[in-house]
């Protein structure tokens, strides 16, 4: 089983990133995904979710309006669009599946700064 973030890196408040997680090993389309978070000295919080066909989403309140997460079946990959993005919104960022069984990626690093 492999959960591949991507995407991540260093960008200016007010601007975009679009993560990539691709998904291998397991029967992507039949987990939900979602999308954590870890800034340093904190908890890892949850960004947002997405059920195993793509109909029903959740986001953190941090995020509303401004993160949009979605999913390819097809290509066994899940993405968080990122907007509006604020120095608080730094921390490392995590993809993962949850079924009956859980898996998490390695994370990819996302820095908000001028």
């Known amino acids: 089983v492999q959960l591949v973030e991507s995407g991540g890196g260093l960008v200016q408040p007010g601007g975009s990133l679009r993560l990539s997680c691709a998904a291998s090993?397991?029967?992507?389309?039949?987990?939900?995904m979602s999308w954590y978070r870890q800034a340093p000295g904190k908890e890892r919080e949850l960004v947002a979710g997405?059920?195993?066909?793509?109909?029903?989403?959740n986001y953190a309140d941090s995020v509303k309006g401004r993160f949009t997460i979605s999913r390819d079946n097809a290509k066994n990959t899940v993405f968080l669009q990122m907007n509006s993005l604020k120095p608080e919104d730094t921390a490392v960022y995590y993809c993962?599946?949850?079924?009956?069984?859980?898996?998490w990626g390695q994370g990819t690093q996302v820095t908000v700064s001028s």
């Open positions: 993962h599946a949850r079924r009956a069984q859980t898996y």
């Open positions: 090993g397991f029967t992507f389309s039949s987990y939900a």
């Open positions: 997405i059920n195993s066909y793509g109909g029903s989403t």
